[in-house]
């Protein structure tokens, strides 16, 4: 199951630790495109509470971080629409990773490469605790979403979609 061990200084946790977020670190095997089911299986909590760093881009290329639960999608045009965009897509992983500095797979929203626009599905923000990635595949931090918000100031959207 889930082994608690010291998982190394990600730029993540440098950033959690430097805004004060206390965080409890999970390390577990990760799969190669087993996603939030596997890590959810892997630490034995529930995938809605696993939380999906997603890099997405605008009609511009201009990118921006959208959480999701680990159980829903997002509706692209829904977010385009609640961030007065034209468009919003994914990026390709390797442009992903140009911008935050983390592997496709390893992406934490916390102490990107530079500092991009985060909107975050608002009920989210109801949950009592959250799993996200902690800045490395087979790494998530479990931390109170309030923390979340507080340092990200993420914009709450209403984008999720059912699978």
């Known amino acids: 199951m889930s082994r608690k061990?010291?998982?190394?200084e990600t730029p993540a946790t440098v950033f959690l630790r430097q805004h004060g977020?206390?965080?409890?670190?999970?390390l577990y095997e990760y799969e190669e495109h087993g996603g939030t089911r596997v890590s959810a299986r892997e630490l034995g909590v529930d995938e809605h509470c696993v939380i999906k760093t997603l890099v997405m881009e605008d009609e511009r290329r201009q990118p921006l971080i959208v959480l999701?639960?680990?159980?829903?999608t997002v509706s692209t045009k829904?977010?385009?629409?609640?961030?007065g965009l034209k468009k919003v897509q994914p990026c390709q992983p390797e442009v992903a990773q140009r911008h935050t500095g983390y592997q496709v797979g390893g992406t934490s929203p916390f102490?990107?490469?530079k500092a991009l626009?985060?909107?975050?599905?608002?009920?989210i923000a109801e949950?009592?605790?959250?799993y996200i990635n902690g800045g490395r595949r087979g790494f998530l931090v479990a931390i109170d979403p309030k923390e979340l918000v507080r340092v990200l100031q993420p914009t709450p959207v209403?984008?999720?979609?059912?699978?």
């Open 5 to 8: 061990e010291h998982a190394g």
């Open 21 to 26: 977020v206390a965080f409890e670190p999970h």
């Open 68 to 72: 999701m639960h680990g159980d829903r």
């Open 78 to 83: 829904q977010l385009a629409r609640e961030a």
């Open 111 to 113: 102490g990107t490469r």
């Open 117 to 123: 626009p985060v909107y975050m599905e608002a009920s």
């Open 127 to 130: 949950l009592p605790r959250i």
């Open 158 to 163: 209403n984008v999720a979609l059912e699978g």
